[in-house]
Antibody, heavy 121, light 110 residues
Framework: EVQLVESGGVVVQPGGSLRLSCAAS????????MHWVRQAPGKGLEWVSL????????YYADSVKGRFTISRDNRKNSLYLQMNSLTTEDTALYYC??????????????WGQGTLVTVSS | EIVLTQSPGTLSLSPGERATLSCRAS???????LAWYQQKPGQAPRLLIY???SRATGIPDRFSGSGSGTDFTLTISRLEPEDFAVYYC???????????FGPGTKVDIK
């Protein structure tokens, strides 16, 4: 059974930084691309970032480009999201999601339960 | 950039009724690139349909997807109590590589 467990969400001040982590199990982690998807309180889903199976390809939503960095450690079956220059607009529940393919796939076939990031002074 | 529009925003139905949810794209989308998710309060989204019409593992056959081009539909043939939730469509764009969700349709109990 696929398990994705996010961590690292806290309350942070505007302009601050944060690193989220996602621990993966139940599948061959280095066979799949991985994503971060976020959901602001009471709002819909927003794709944030994608990393290919080997980390060679990374892609970002325009809203986070230049501020967020996605990475992975296949030895540790872990996915990360480094978040810099945070604004109140980044307040959301951040989900780790497994891609349906090695490079990107076309959809998200498993999701974690999310970790909450609150940007507030 | 492709924009997805979902209608209606809210669908009020009774258990046992048929639900028809619409997802419209601003430009033609390959059927392979269209998926549907269900999200219940306090839970993560769950993949229902991929490739516009293929059910994900473990999804009951009362859920079906159809459509092509710019118009896609998720149908729940007979609503069960556990089906009352928010449903999102999602498309994949290859150039540039990005993923877009629709705003969601809430199916609630009438």
């Amino acid at each position: 059974e696929v398990q994705l467990v996010e961590s690292g969400g806290v309350v942070v001040q505007p302009g601050g930084s944060l690193r989220l982590s996602c621990a993966a199990s139940g599948f061959t982690f280095n066979d799949y691309a991985m994503h971060w998807v976020r959901q602001a309180p009471g709002k819909g889903l927003e794709w944030v970032s994608l990393i290919s199976w080997d980390g060679a390809g990374t892609y970002y939503a325009d809203s986070v480009k230049g501020r967020f960095t996605i990475s992975r450690d296949n030895r540790k079956n872990s996915l990360y999201l480094q978040m810099n220059s945070l604004t109140t607009e980044d307040t959301a529940l951040y989900y780790c999601a497994k891609a349906s393919g090695r490079i990107s796939g076309y959809y998200f076939d498993s999701w974690g339960q999310g970790t909450l990031v609150t940007v507030s002074s | 950039e492709i924009v997805l529009t979902q209608s209606p925003g809210t669908l009020s139905l009774s258990p046992g009724e048929r639900a028809t949810l619409s997802c419209r794209a601003s430009q033609s989308v390959s059927s392979s690139y269209l998926a549907w998710y269900q999200q219940k309060p306090g839970q993560a989204p769950r993949l229902l349909i991929y490739g516009a019409s293929s059910r994900a593992t473990g999804i009951p056959d009362r859920f079906s997807g159809s459509g092509s081009g710019t118009d896609f539909t998720l149908t729940i043939s007979r609503l069960e109590p556990e089906d009352f939730a928010v449903y999102y469509c999602q498309q994949y764009g290859s150039s540039p590589r990005k993923f877009t969700f629709g705003p969601g349709t809430k199916v609630d109990i009438k």
